[in-house]
Nanobody, 126 residues
């Protein structure tokens, strides 16, 4: 399973680091995606990291502000979020799948990926 943590309330311009911890399987063998869903909006992709060489990808809305990384020893993927904006407010989810392209482009429900988490709330407000 996957468990997200690290969310919370932060002021605009602040930072948070989200964690996506895996148990029962090895994250290194999977591509990982971070997604978010704001109230009344569709879920959107945020960032992805490939299995193997760990190539990272970002949606335009977070490029230059968010960084995805993987710690193999801790079996955890992180999302460092800097320069946060009110529009970043959402529930953030991670998902794991053998296919990076499926994470990036298929827009399927989270429960149709191999593993997914229950989400962590991020609120950016003054």
């Amino acid at each position: 399973q996957l468990v997200e943590s690290g969310g919370g309330l932060v002021q605009p311009g602040g930072s948070l680091r989200l964690s996506c911890a895996a148990s029962g399987f090895t994250l290194d063998y999977y591509a990982i995606g971070w997604f978010r869903q704001a109230p009344g909006k569709e879920r959107e992709g945020v960032s992805y990291i490939s299995s193997g060489d760990g190539t990272s990808y970002y949606e335009d809305s977070v490029k230059g502000r968010f960084t995805i990384s993987r710690d193999s020893a801790k079996n955890t993927v992180y999302l460092q979020m800097n320069s946060l904006k009110p529009e970043d407010t959402a529930v953030y989810y991670c998902a794991a799948d053998p296919s990076l392209n499926r994470l990036r482009f298929s827009r399927r429900p989270l429960n149709q990926y191999d593993y997914w988490g229950q989400g962590t709330q991020v609120t950016v407000s003054s």
